[in-house]
């Protein structure tokens, strides 16, 4: 770059306020406009709502100031690579300079798709993605939500595939699909059929663009509301190779706007074959019925009267001998009970004689045992005065009566 002339005279003096007024002015005047990439930093948000960071490169690095209210049409992070457009100024309070920012991009496809990769992973391990959270599609729909810009090619595409496939009621929630806005309006869309509950299936769509231009499809809030619609949510955003965050959120993605509306419902001209196809299968299966039915009719003989009255009679004599045989065998069932109750008192009065034997038995060697047996051998018993047994001399007692056989003797 080539040197400026300088304008300030050599022995000139200044004040510190006037030498920093001087400044600002130089550089604000030089520099009313500037766009610089680099890597952003030290990024930090002041309770104001301003944020404070520095943008860098190998060689060197500046301060960059974004007051509130000015868009950031993504997430600022250390590491990303920017380009930032503003107006550089001087702060005199500390002897600096700095980039106010008034509008930010990130710089080339890499930078965003290392962004998009690294917020996938953020919102994938919090489920958002998960297979199971997908929800089926209607299969007639009455009523389609559509959230996309009312004046872009994509609603007109949508508008006449669903004309020329199956007529239905089109709801429309217009919003900006590129800019700053985009994405909280395009959540609001969601947000707003799921409040109200007034559609069967609801579609995000956009026609194709660069990379940068679809950026809102994934962005959190977009992301977020997908997944959280508890009406069925079609993506058709872009084209084929196009793959936006709200895809892996939606319940189906679709690789158009047009092939949005195909999913969404079928074609006539299918539901005329579904319908001819099923009246075939009706029709063969009414046919088969009515073939056996009329096969077993025909295998049906009918038997006369007198044949019918004949096998009645048979039957009827079986069950005679049925009931003769049972009948017989509770008779004799009942006369073995009888027979048992009859025998009950000869039962008794052998018992009654095997009792008396026993007591003979037991009285006859009580006998033997008794000691009076003994003293009919010719032996006596001595007892003294408290009747107690004398069988020793040594005993030292008085006796006081003698037990015979035959009797007791009494001494004085």
């Known amino acids: 770059m080539q040197k400026p002339e300088p304008f300030v005279q050599a022995d000139t003096i200044f004040s510190v306020s006037d030498a920093s007024a001087l400044l600002k002015n130089v550089v604000e005047t030089a520099f009313p406009r500037i766009k610089i990439r680099g890597e952003l930093s030290q990024i930090t948000r002041a309770t104001s709502g301003h944020m404070y960071m520095t943008i860098k490169d190998a060689g060197a690095a500046i301060s960059v100031i974004i007051w509130r209210g000015t868009p950031i049409p993504f997430k600022l992070e250390d590491g990303l690579e920017v380009i930032i457009t503003g107006r550089f100024t001087t702060y005199p309070a500390r002897s600096n300079y700095q980039i106010i920012v008034s509008e930010i991009e990130m710089a080339g496809v890499g930078a965003i798709l290392k962004m998009l990769e690294e917020r996938k992973r953020k919102l994938a391990a919090e489920g958002l993605f998960d297979i199971a959270r997908k929800k089926p599609l209607p299969r007639f729909p009455q009523r389609i939500g559509v959230v996309t810009s009312p004046t872009g090619a994509a609603f007109q595409d949508i508008q006449n595939r669903l004309r020329e496939r199956f007529p239905v009621q089109i709801v429309l929630y217009p919003a900006t699909v590129q800019g700053v806005t985009a994405a909280a309006e395009i959540a609001a869309g969601i947000e707003y059929f799921n409040r109200k509950k007034n559609v069967d299936v609801i579609i995000v769509a956009r026609g194709g663009g660069a990379l940068e231009d679809l950026l809102p499809f994934s962005e959190e809030i977009v992301v977020r509301a997908a997944a959280a619609s ?26 158009t706007p047009t092939g949005a509306a195909e999913m969404v419902v079928p074609t006539k001209l299918s539901l005329f074959q579904e319908l001819d196809n099923l009246w075939h299968r009706l029709s063969n299966n009414f046919t088969t019925r009515l073939t056996n039915a009329k096969s077993r009719l025909e295998a049906f003989t009918i038997k006369s009267p007198k044949q019918m009255v004949m096998e009645q009679a048979q039957r009827l004599d079986d069950i005679t001998r049925t009931l003769n045989i049972i009948v017989n065998a509770k008779l004799m069932s009942a006369h073995q009970k009888i027979d048992t109750v009859t025998n009950v008192d000869n039962l008794v009065q052998t018992k009654l004689n095997l009792l008396n034997q026993s007591v003979l038995h037991f009285g006859q060697m009580l006998n033997s045992l008794s000691y009076k047996n003994v003293l009919q051998r010719g032996y006596a018993i001595v007892r003294d005065g408290d009747n107690n047994i004398i069988s020793r001399v040594s005993d030292g007692l008085k006796p006081k009566n003698i037990e015979f056989a035959d009797g007791v003797l009494t001494l004085d």
């Open 230 to 255: 508890e009406i069925p949510l079609i993506s058709g955003v872009g084209h084929e190779p196009d793959w936006m965050l709200i895809d892996f959120a939606a319940d189906v993605r679709a690789p």
